[in-house]
């Protein structure tokens, strides 16, 4: 079966960094699209970023300049480098291939961002 599963989250000062890392299985990893996305309580899930499978990256104005989304094919991992962190990107972030609608998802990592 397909499995995504995320790591890396945790509470983290504003201004701090985190790295989040998803590792999939189950699939043919170079042919997926993956992507970044969160959700706080209260709010829409949101797209991050995501990477296409040739390596072209798009990302959330609000976040663009502070995070970075890679891949490595060969570990079957996508990462999320995320820096100068803001209290606003607290929330808890999910894993995506192939896509929000017909695509897989990870079971989700919690990033807290707080004095």
């Known amino acids: 079966q397909v499995q995504l599963v995320e790591s890396g989250g945790g509470l983290v000062q504003p201004g701090g960094s985190l790295r989040l890392s998803c590792v999939a299985s189950g699939i043919i990893f170079s042919d997926y699209a993956m992507g970044w996305y969160r959700q706080a309580p209260g709010k829409q899930r949101e797209l991050v970023a995501f990477i296409t499978r040739g390596g072209m990256t798009n990302y959330a104005s609000s976040v663009k300049g502070r995070f970075t989304i890679t891949r490595d094919n060969a570990k079957n991992t996508a990462y999320l480098q995320m820096n100068s962190l803001k209290t606003e990107d607290t929330a808890g972030y999910y894993c995506?291939?192939?896509?929000?609608?017909?695509?897989?998802w990870g079971q989700g990592t919690q990033v807290t961002v707080s004095s």
């Open positions: 995506n291939g192939g896509g929000e609608n017909n695509g897989y």
